[in-house]
């Protein structure tokens, strides 16, 4: 890296430090794919101008997501960041004005390459955080231009819809229901749920002490 961006990446990788807690190879590869992800889809000022231009969807819930998160500025309750679930070291970044995106993949082979280059490290990970500080863009990461189509529900601002899951009533916002036997369901009801519910709610059961 040039002089200037250096000292650009160095400042970026101060501020995920402070906002994820601590120094490690995630922060280091977490901004370097966001400025090589922004740089590659036309974002410049990703927090300034262009904060309304850009999505992110970032497919790991690791480290590296935080550093993504600082150096975009974008967030899940801001609706510019998506999650999905992938578990790879990889996020998309995409223009929102041009429709341009590129997914920025870590390449496996940089942690062999990290091993190469500081075989005397106390751990992999200590030279892992030494390597991809010095690697170039080319040996930690592929590019691959994509294409993303974004539904309505899926961008941000208000709710557009908001409706009544028929089995737990619970309401469900921008779409998320699922039609289940000839019923709106949300996603828990219809089967994806991540948690068994225990009995009745706390806020259930103190409404049924006043009545």
């Known amino acids: 890296m040039e002089n200037e961006s250096t000292m650009h990446f160095e400042s970026l ?33 990703p927090k300034g101008r262009d904060r ?77 955080l030494q390597a991809y500080r010095i690697m170039s863009d080319e040996d930690l990461f592929e590019v691959i231009p994509v294409q993303v189509e974004l539904r309505p529900e899926d961008m941000p601002g208000r709710p557009l819809t908001r409706v009544l899951c028929e089995a737990c009533g619970e309401h469900v916002q921008d779409g998320r229901e699922i039609l289940h036997d000839g019923a709106v369901h949300c996603k828990a009801c219809a089967g994806s749920g991540y948690y068994t519910q225990i009995g009745v709610s706390f806020c259930a059961e103190r409404y049924a002490e006043k009545s």
């Open 52 to 128: 309304k231009q850009i999505i992110v969807f970032v497919e790991m819930d690791r480290c590296a997501t935080d550093a993504v998160q600082t150096v975009t500025g974008c967030s899940l309750g801001r609706r510019t960041m998506k999650f999905m679930d992938f578990g790879k070291m990889a996020a998309t970044f995409l223009n929102l004005r041009t429709g341009n995106a590129v997914r920025v993949l870590a390449r496996e082979e940089s942690r062999w390459k990290a091993k190469e280059l500081f075989p005397h490290s106390e751990n992999k990970y200590a030279g892992q």
């Open 13 to 45: 990788l101060e501020e995920s430090v402070r906002v994820h807690g601590h120094l490690c190879a995630g922060q280091v590869l977490g901004v370097r794919m966001s400025l090589l992800g922004l740089r590659h889809a036309g974002i410049n000022d």
